[in-house]
């Protein structure tokens, strides 16, 4: 069972872009928190699997588009979308209810928290001895004088 973190919906009021020109978004509240992915290029990204842009949405008078948050792209089964945020937060939301939003079928879809990927960095900055449980330098005999065989 997923663990509910928010939900989705088309954008209910004007939002400007960075030149100040109105856009069609589709809003993504996640723990307390506005982001943003444009309906163009999510309707993109869902047909042909490329990244589609999540940005963060902010307020002065008007709403705006501020700054990139992260990437959505389709999940590996076709399923669902999974949202991967610069903070290393993931949130995915079903393909199905998210078509239902698209075309107002339905007002709401929730979305889900994922698990943290595993760093690759982690993996990259093991230890050679992280592998071997015995030292490398057993049977050497440096007990006797920290000398190592040539």
Not at 29 to 41: A, G, K
Not at 53 to 63: D, G, P, Q, S
Request: net charge positive; glycine share 8%; aromatic share 6%.
């Amino acid at each position: 069972m997923m663990k509910r973190a928010g939900y989705i919906q088309l954008n209910r009021r004007p939002v400007l872009d960075e030149d100040g020109i109105p856009l069609d978004i589709l809003e993504i509240h996640v723990c307390s928190t506005q982001l943003c992915i444009r309906i163009s290029e999510l309707r993109n990204s869902l047909h042909s699997d490329s990244p589609a842009r999540v940005e963060k949405l902010k307020w002065n008078w008007m709403a705006y588009i501020g700054g990139i948050a992260g990437l959505a792209r389709v999940s590996k089964s076709g399923k669902a979308l999974n949202i991967d945020l610069t903070n290393g937060e993931r949130f995915t939301v079903a393909r199905d209810a998210l078509q239902a939003v698209l075309c107002n079928r339905e007002r709401f879809a929730s979305v889900a928290v994922l698990p943290p990927r595993i760093s690759a960095i982690s993996i990259r900055n093991r230890l050679i001895t992280d592998y071997c449980p015995q030292s490398s330098f057993e049977g050497y005999g440096l007990d006797t004088g920290g000398e190592v065989p040539a």
